[in-house]
């Protein structure tokens, strides 16, 4: 009940943050209206408009950066300014570290979901299926913040795991061959494909829209497959930090 | 009944012991004024009684617990104020006191009514709506208090509460600090302002390289020093002033002319002013009179410096 | 010069800048060469977005003399406060100046396709100097150190984008184009098609001339509010 209470404070710091709101709200959603309109009216060889694959991939890209918010209030109130006094305080840490860990990847969820009916209502894009959708933002965010968590938890100095998270970030959007082709190697080709958060989950919406549910499925389980064995390894890094 | 105690506790880093075998009692009602200078040892003799630090050897107790002193139930009467500011920043004072009254296990109605209380103690209360990085540095400290108060704790730890704020805040600190007494909080205050302690504490302990190196009432550490007494005349004729027979009053250490001032040292207590006075009123016309007395600045100094050097002698 | 190499010894003093400033140039030298497009390798062109957020990095460092109260001291100091802004200005562009020359030359090295090296020295140098002069006027707005820098990354992605750098203008409608103009990221992207295409030299010279004048306005606007 003691961290049950925190939560709504959580969400009101996350609500206010407007550095977070700026990054992946703002920005995606100003992105998205520029490309929207350079890439008005084309289409690939298959018919589809270009813009819906920029979008998709975009509305995933970004929720490789929703953990940033979660490592950040961790540092701060377990590990730097409110240390001592959540230390002294009689209520359980780690079920408030995880409340942070939920309360972050239900927000960059909403961002997520957010930018999605912004696409919808005013740049007119039609989504396959929404549910889907929104349960692969849903698993982007929670990897994002256990990640995020891993780093905060993994490394003494709170800059290094920042970096380390935008390396995670910027990293698997580099890998899945966005900004320029990846060398033909079977490394960067696995990297770019089943080996990366963002083609996997991107594929699963595809697969999806073409009605290969079983591919979708095997897709959206490799990347929940990757949360289910990095949620042990937090809770122990977290538990040693916290001691 | 005693609240808090720490019995040989050390503490090392490497092969500096911050706390070194300390032994300390806290009791109930009092304030306790933790004095020292940087290095001393304060704050981790403050960590390592609320649990923040563990220590090397010996024992803590918090509330006759010696066995699990740090449990959620000891934790729940204690109140802590950081050294550093630990608010909120985006979260205005009243929210920010909510959550630290949530997690201390306050509801509802209890909880806005001990939030207002919080608030209103510490003077901010017509600053409740406002986030903190607008506040002063002194608004900033008062609303770190008022965090640890919302739960009422039973022992309250203040750690350097009033660094860097302008004198009014401080004075302000200073009064709630008495006033939280009157309401039966205990508190341990570490500073090292000793003029806070002087005006505060009814128990003063002095820390010095990790050692606890005098305990006691103010009057106590002042009367257990050999120190003297200052007293400097300014006179209308200070040649007519017969020096030898100032000298010879018993207690008088020594007596010197610098212009019109001639400054007295004489032992302390010995109870000379009047004395002096006489004499010097028979020859000249006293224009004024300052007398210094020894205070816990002149106990803390002397008993740092000679008794340090006393143990190095003695090992 | 005190200033001066104080400011080349902190842009390297910590880890992330030092790793940033030095394998960023390496890493654009290797990048894949498009179809068709960019006119030079990918590397060459996303090195302008590097020298965008190197700049603005290295800003920071007099940012944080503001933070901290450095500039304070600084200015009961003997020393000027354009002495102070151009001894770090000076710095930050040796640093860029050397990034640039790296990847020019380990792209001439590694066999990349650079048309006129010494040309793309030149835009790269020019357009150094325009995003130093950029991040000194962003910076001069700013008090917190994090939203400047996250603001300003979020511009440059924008800036970016919609100057040519990251899409071609071809395929932009006729007013983005229009609107595309007036961002230096455009004139750095023209600056690469011109150097691909063999334009004549004199189109160089206007293309770096413009980045200066970008340069000179924003710094105009940077050093003046004086960031106090």
């Given amino acids: 009940m003691r961290v049950l209470s925190t939560l709504r404070f959580t969400l009101l710091r996350l609500m206010r943050n407007y550095i977070v709101l700026l990054l992946l709200l703002a920005v995606p959603i100003a992105l998205l209206t520029v490309f929207s309109v350079i890439l008005s009216g084309m289409v690939d060889e298959a018919g589809r408009p270009y813009f819906d694959q920029t979008a998709l991939t975009m509305v995933l890209a970004f929720q490789l950066f929703g953990g940033s918010t979660v490592m950040s209030y961790l540092n701060e109130d377990l590990f730097a300014r409110n240390r001592e006094r959540m230390t002294v305080a009689p209520f359980n840490r780690t079920l408030y570290a995880f409340s942070i860990l939920l309360a972050g990847s239900a927000f960059s969820f909403l961002l997520g979901a957010a930018i999605m009916a912004y696409t919808r209502l005013v740049l007119g894009l039609v989504?396959?299926?929404?549910?889907?959708?929104?349960?692969?933002?849903?698993?982007?965010?929670?990897?994002?913040?256990?990640?995020?968590?891993?780093?905060?938890?993994?490394?003494?100095?709170?800059?290094?795991?920042?970096?380390?998270s935008e390396v995670y970030g910027v990293g698997f959007v580099l890998l899945a061959g966005l900004f320029f082709p990846m060398p033909q190697h079977a490394v960067f080709e696995f990297m770019g494909s089943y080996g990366n958060p963002l083609t996997l989950s991107v594929g699963a919406v595809r697969a999806v829209e073409i009605g290969n549910w079983n591919e979708a499925w095997f897709q959206a389980n490799i990347v929940l497959a990757a949360i289910g064995f990095l949620f042990p390894v937090m809770l122990v890094m977290g538990r040693r930090r916290l001691r | 009944m005693t609240l808090a105690s720490m019995q040989s506790v050390l503490k090392r880093y490497g092969s500096c012991a911050a706390l070194d075998y300390i032994d300390l009692e806290i009791?109930?009602?009092?304030?306790?004024?933790?004095?020292?200078?940087?290095?001393?040892?304060?704050?981790?003799?403050?960590?390592?009684?609320?649990?923040?630090?563990?220590?090397?050897?010996?024992?803590?107790?918090?509330?006759?617990?010696?066995?699990?002193?740090?449990?959620?139930?000891?934790?729940?009467k204690l109140g802590l104020v950081t050294q550093e500011i630990a608010v909120f920043?985006?979260?205005?004072?009243?929210?920010?006191?909510?959550?630290?009254?949530?997690i201390y296990g306050?509801?509802?109605?209890?909880?806005?009514?001990?939030?207002?209380?919080?608030?209103?103690?510490?003077?901010?209360?017509?600053y409740a709506n406002k986030v903190p990085h607008k506040f002063s540095g002194g608004m900033k400290r008062r609303l770190n208090i008022a965090c640890a108060l919302t739960h009422r704790p039973r022992l309250l730890i203040m750690d350097e509460p009033t660094v860097g704020i302008d004198?009014?805040?401080?004075?302000?600190?200073?009064?709630?600090?008495?006033?939280?007494?009157?309401?039966?909080?205990?508190?341990?205050?570490?500073?090292?302002?000793?003029?806070?302690?002087?005006?505060?504490?009814?128990?003063?302990?002095?820390?010095?390289?990790?050692?606890?190196?005098?305990?006691?009432?103010?009057?106590?550490?002042?009367?257990?020093?050999?120190?003297?007494?200052?007293?400097?005349?300014?006179?209308?004729?200070?040649?007519?002033?017969?020096?030898?027979?100032?000298?010879?009053?018993?207690?008088?250490?020594?007596?010197?002319?610098?212009?019109?001032?001639?400054?007295?040292?004489?032992?302390?207590?010995?109870?000379?002013?009047?004395?002096?006075?006489?004499?010097?009123?028979?020859?000249?016309?006293?224009?004024?009179?300052?007398?210094?007395?020894?205070?816990?600045?002149?106990?803390?100094?002397?008993?740092?410096g000679k008794q340090l050097?006393?143990?190095?002698?003695?090992? | 010069m005190t200033i001066f190499y104080f400011t080349l010894k902190r842009s390297f003093a910590n880890l992330a800048n030092l790793i940033f400033l030095t394998a960023a140039p390496i890493a654009c030298i290797f990048l894949p060469a498009g179809e068709g497009w960019p006119p030079l390798a990918y590397g060459y062109a996303y090195f302008g977005i590097v020298i965008l957020f190197v700049a603005i990095r290295l800003a920071q460092i007099m940012m944080e003399d503001r933070v901290k109260g450095i500039l304070k001291r600084l200015s009961v100091a003997p020393v000027r406060y354009f002495s102070y802004l151009g001894q770090h200005l000076l710095a930050y562009a040796v640093i860029l100046i050397l990034q640039s020359a790296v990847v020019v030359l380990g792209g001439w090295i590694a066999g990349q396709e650079l048309h006129r090296p010494w040309a793309l020295f030149a835009l790269y140098v020019s357009f150094s100097f325009a995003a130093l002069a950029m991040a000194l006027a962003w910076i001069s707005v700013f008090r917190s150190k994090d939203a400047a820098f996250l603001f300003y990354m979020s511009l440059i992605v924008l800036a970016a984008l919609l100057g040519g750098i990251i899409l071609p203008l071809e395929i932009f409608p006729d007013l983005l184009r229009r609107i595309a103009v007036i961002l230096p990221t455009f004139w750095f992207a023209e600056g690469l098609k011109s150097i691909a295409s063999a334009q004549p030299f004199a189109d160089n010279v206007r293309i770096n001339a413009t980045l200066c004048l970008y340069a000179l306005v924003f710094l105009v606007l940077g050093s003046t509010r004086r960031m106090q």
């Fill in chain 1, 127 to 164: 989504w396959a299926n929404w549910g889907w959708t929104l349960y692969l933002i849903a698993l982007m965010a929670v990897l994002s913040s256990i990640v995020c968590v891993i780093f905060v938890c993994g490394v003494k100095s709170f800059s290094t795991a920042e970096r380390l």
């Fill in chain 2, 27 to 76: 009791h109930e009602g009092e304030i306790v004024g933790l004095l020292g200078p940087n290095g001393a040892g304060k704050t981790t003799l403050i960590q390592a009684l609320t649990g923040i630090l563990p220590v090397d050897q010996g024992r803590i107790s918090l509330f006759g617990d010696s066995r699990n002193p740090f449990s959620d139930a000891n934790k729940q």
């Fill in chain 2, 89 to 102: 920043e985006e979260l205005t004072a009243k929210e920010g006191l909510e959550f630290f009254a949530g």
């Fill in chain 2, 106 to 126: 306050l509801r509802r109605e209890e909880k806005k009514k001990r939030v207002a209380e919080a608030l209103e103690f510490v003077g901010l209360s017509a």
């Fill in chain 2, 167 to 304: 004198p009014q805040s401080r004075n302000h600190i200073l009064e709630s600090v008495q006033k939280l007494r009157e309401q039966g909080t205990t508190i341990l205050y570490t500073t090292h302002y000793m003029e806070e302690v002087q005006e505060i504490a009814s128990r003063v302990v002095i820390l010095d390289q990790g050692q606890v190196v005098k305990e006691g009432t103010v009057q106590q550490l002042i009367e257990t020093v050999r120190h003297e007494e200052t007293i400097i005349f300014d006179v209308a004729d200070p040649l007519g002033i017969p020096l030898r027979q100032v000298e010879s009053i018993a207690g008088v250490r020594q007596v010197s002319v610098s212009g019109s001032r001639i400054t007295v040292i004489s032992a302390a207590g010995a109870g000379n002013l009047d004395r002096i006075l006489s004499v010097v009123q028979q020859h000249s016309g006293v224009l004024g009179i300052q007398a210094d007395k020894p205070n816990l600045e002149d106990v803390f100094l002397t008993l740092t």
């Fill in chain 2, 309 to 315: 050097r006393d143990r190095e002698g003695s090992r």
